[in-house]
């Protein structure tokens, strides 16, 4: 248990469905991240919550759409998505957004396949 | 610009001792993250170094020189559980933005 919690683990979904992830934090931890891990490239941030207000959007496509309902959840909302968007999903956390020296938490990732 | 490199694959035995080097060009240095990530599962934290030297913490150490952009991590006494990829992430700016490298895979053999 890593603290980080998401579902689901495996997610195969066609270009034109419309799916979600879920990721749950009990850690008490104030800011989450979203990050997408493709095969031998760095993982690339996609967003940052701080306090449930979003902090950072580094140029995502509008068809990834997150929400952050409170500090405990962070959802990504998906849509018409492309098969190189087919990677591992990762949800962090953090003390702050700041991050340095705590650490960051991640949870063990969505495997997304898109067909 | 910034940029982070570490070796894509390296191999092992299991007792040797392996180190995994990272370097880093980047302004605005804040410190530098070491992460093991075996396959499948989350990414967890291995180390932290924000000033130049060695941190020990059991069978891992990690290495920090900041005038030369350079670390490593160093692992002892391999074992066959320490096949997984390693991560170095370095923390930069007043943001304190993270920028991750791409990963070294460690394999041991026995």
């Known amino acids: 248990e890593t603290g980080v919690t998401q579902t689901p683990r495996h997610l195969v979904m066609g270009m034109t469905n419309k799916k979600s992830l879920k990721c749950e934090q009990h850690l008490g931890h104030n800011a989450m991240y979203w990050y997408k891990q493709s095969a031998k490239k760095p993982l690339e941030l996609m967003f940052v919550y701080s306090l449930e207000e979003r902090v950072e959007n580094n140029s995502v496509p509008s068809r990834f759409s997150p929400e952050c309902p409170n500090s405990s959840h962070l959802f990504l909302h998906l849509h018409t998505l492309q098969p190189e968007d087919s990677a591992l999903y990762l949800c962090?956390?953090?003390?702050?957004?700041?991050?340095?020296?705590?650490?960051?938490?991640f949870g063990s990732g969505t495997r997304l396949t898109v067909v | 610009g910034q940029n982070i490199d570490q070796p894509t694959e390296m191999t092992a035995t299991e007792g040797a001792i392996v180190q995994i080097n990272c370097t880093y060009q980047?302004?605005?240095?804040?410190?530098l993250f070491w992460y093991q990530q075996h396959a499948g599962e989350a990414p967890t934290f291995l180390s932290y170094?924000?000033l130049d030297g060695l941190e020990e913490k059991g069978r891992f150490s990690s290495f920090l020189s900041r005038s030369k952009g350079y670390s490593y991590l160093l692992l002892k006494e391999l074992q066959m559980k320490d096949s997984a990829s390693y991560l170095c992430a370095v923390i930069r700016g007043s943001n304190y933005q993270l920028i991750w490298g791409a990963g070294t895979k460690l394999i041991i053999k026995p």
């Open positions: 170094n924000v």
């Open positions: 980047t302004s605005g240095f804040n410190g």
């Open positions: 962090a956390s953090s003390q702050d957004h700041k991050g340095a020296g705590y650490g960051y938490t």
